[in-house]
């Protein structure tokens, strides 16, 4: 297993108002992150917030490159991001104690923190489709260039790791230093990660490994 100390880009915030980020996505240009009660978007590049939905937000969020998908309490929510609009709305795999969310291979994958789990699951139905075990708690979840990552946060100790996505086997780790935390998570595509911060109110660019 590769293993590294991972390297912080840029910090952005913390944001007015924002307590705790919960979960990050990123649409090709905006990042969006959850923070409670609402969606709020900034621009990477400048930092610039650009824009919030008041909407409930307690956990991961995901994009599938028309519509946003929001965990609130046992239920997920999908989203016009141009209104605001919850569009519909599917059962939650964990019945409330999901954390991390992405879209990927037109399903969506939900990370289960005590349960150690990601789930892909069906964004018309809910269905569970299969399941990925873990060994830590499981925070952010992104998929890119065919990589399986995704967050722990256990204790004082976080990090971002790519997991096989047959096995779940670890095959590479970069660890977060003292004092922060990952909480949700999405790759740029290319060689950045978004990662929320919990508490604190901040997102944090992590250069991904080549």
Known sequence: MKHSTAEILREYGPFPGVDAVHGVSFDG???WFAAGEKLTAFDPESGETLRSIDVAAHAGTAYDGRYLFQLAGDRIQKIDPDTGEVLSTIPSPGGGRDSGMTWAEG???VGQNRERKIHQIDPETGKILRTIESNRF???VTWVDGELWHGTWEGDQSDVRRVDPQTGK???RLDMPAGMGV???ESDGSDRFF????PGG???AVRRPK
């Open 195 to 198: 990662c929320g911060s919990g």
């Open 202 to 204: 901040m997102v944090r």
């Open 107 to 109: 399903t969506l994958w």
């Open 29 to 31: 240009q905006k990042v």
């Open 183 to 185: 909480s949700g998570l």
């Open 170 to 172: 670890v095959l590479e």
């Open 138 to 140: 499981v925070t952010g």
